[in-house]
């Protein structure tokens, strides 16, 4: 008897053409162990549909098909079902993905075959949930502008960034981490349980998704040069060791937003909050992973 597939699949994420005849094909071929059903997202009731999708079907795997706002939203609706997921990228930037070690979707193909599932933790940030990254500053307000451009996928991103590179002061920010007071100034403010953006950029290289921990990152590139040497270290996993830099690993903390600052959480703009409560919450999720993933963790233990 065939293991049940739920796919869930966002017709409208990123930059994907495939539509649900021709995901229909190539379910058939790449899942053909799986009786597979597919569901849409319309926008409308997900959470509430994809519930009943989980409790109809019992499924043994849950496949996604978008990109991070698509995992957070089935993440939302299924969790505490302990149910393994798996992302197929079809979003813009897919930066979740790329933490698990998913860069393309024949990556997706290969880690259901392969069927190797880690627990993964995410961050409770006042009501809402953090899968991957969150972040003040510098990168919400790039994702707000590409949120008011015309078009999607990553030269649209790309565009967007151009304005912001030199334009963002430096904010001031009150921190309590771990019951810790400091007081930082950041262009850029970050909560890190992934490890990289979905450009590639590497945020949080030592980082671990499953070690009952998150990191509090605080940017403050000051010159041009600083910029190009931040820059270059987030490609090469090395951002720790600037000086623009300063790392904080924790299981709490709580953050006063004293300028009130843009704020996002995985792609999602959270408007200018005067202060957040970030808490880790260990392993609440199950994801099959790539063996990369398997293979980087190992390396930071």
Do not use: W
């Given at each position: 008897m065939?293991?049940?597939c739920l796919?869930?699949?966002n017709?409208?994420?990123?930059?994907?053409?495939?539509?649900k005849?021709?995901?229909?094909?190539?379910?058939?071929?790449?899942l053909?162990?799986?009786?597979?059903?597919?569901?849409?997202?319309?926008?409308?009731d997900?959470t509430?549909?994809?519930?009943?999708?989980?409790?109809?079907?019992?499924?043994?795997?849950?496949?996604?098909?978008?990109?991070?706002?698509?995992?957070?939203?089935?993440?939302?609706?299924?969790?505490?079902?302990?149910?393994?997921?798996?992302i197929?990228?079809?979003?813009?930037?897919?930066?979740?993905?790329?933490?698990?070690?998913?860069?393309?979707?024949?990556?997706?193909w290969?880690?259901?075959r392969?069927?190797?599932v880690?627990?993964?933790?995410?961050i409770?940030?006042?009501?809402?949930?953090?899968?991957?990254?969150?972040?003040f500053?510098?990168?919400?307000?790039?994702?707000?502008?590409f949120?008011?451009?015309?078009?999607?996928?990553?030269?649209?991103?790309i565009?967007?960034?151009?304005?912001?590179?030199f334009?963002?002061?430096?904010?001031?920010?009150?921190?309590?981490?771990d019951?810790?007071?400091k007081?930082?100034m950041?262009?850029?403010?970050?909560?890190?349980?992934?490890?990289?953006?979905?450009?590639?950029?590497l945020?949080?290289?030592?980082?671990?998704?499953?070690?009952?921990?998150?990191?509090?990152?605080?940017?403050?590139?000051?010159?041009?040069?600083?910029?190009?040497?931040?820059?270059?270290?987030?490609?090469?996993?090395d951002?720790?060791?600037?000086?623009?830099?300063?790392?904080?690993?924790?299981?709490?903390?709580?953050?006063?937003?004293?300028?009130?600052?843009?704020?996002?959480?995985?792609?999602?703009?959270?408007?200018?909050?005067?202060?957040?409560n970030?808490?880790?919450?260990?392993?609440?999720?199950?994801?099959?992973?790539?063996?990369?993933?398997?293979?980087?963790?190992?390396?930071?233990?």
């Open positions: 065939k293991k049940v796919f869930i699949f017709p409208v994420s990123g930059d994907s053409t495939i539509d005849e021709e995901l229909d094909e190539i379910v058939r071929v790449k053909a162990h799986f009786e597979t059903s597919i569901f849409e997202t319309t926008g409308s997900d509430v549909k994809i519930k009943s999708e989980y409790v109809r079907l019992k499924p043994d795997l849950v496949l996604i098909g978008g990109g991070d706002g698509t995992v957070k939203l089935v993440a939302k609706s299924l969790i505490n079902t302990n149910i393994p997921f798996c197929v990228p079809f979003g813009s930037a897919n930066g979740l993905a790329k933490c698990l070690g998913i860069h393309t979707v024949e990556d997706s290969e880690a259901v392969d069927y190797v880690h627990p993964i933790d995410a409770r940030i006042n009501d809402e949930l953090c899968l991957h990254l969150a972040d500053g510098f990168n919400a307000n790039l994702v707000k502008n949120e008011a451009t015309d078009g999607r996928g990553m030269l649209a991103y565009k967007s960034s151009v304005s912001e590179i334009t963002t002061e430096s904010k001031s920010f009150k921190l309590k981490i019951g810790e007071m007081q930082v950041a262009k850029m403010l970050v909560l890190a349980n992934g490890d990289q953006y979905g450009t590639g950029a945020i949080n290289y030592k980082g671990k998704m499953n070690d009952g921990k998150f990191e509090v990152i605080a940017l403050n590139p000051e010159s041009a040069k600083d910029y190009i040497r931040m820059i270059m270290a987030m490609f090469r996993g951002l720790e060791e600037q000086n623009s830099s300063i790392f904080y690993r924790c299981e709490s903390c709580e953050i006063e937003n004293v300028k009130e600052v843009e704020f996002q959480i995985d792609g999602e703009l959270m408007g200018k909050p005067q202060s957040i970030a808490t880790i919450e260990k392993q609440v999720f199950q994801f099959i992973t790539s063996k990369r993933f398997s293979s980087s963790q190992k390396n930071l233990s």
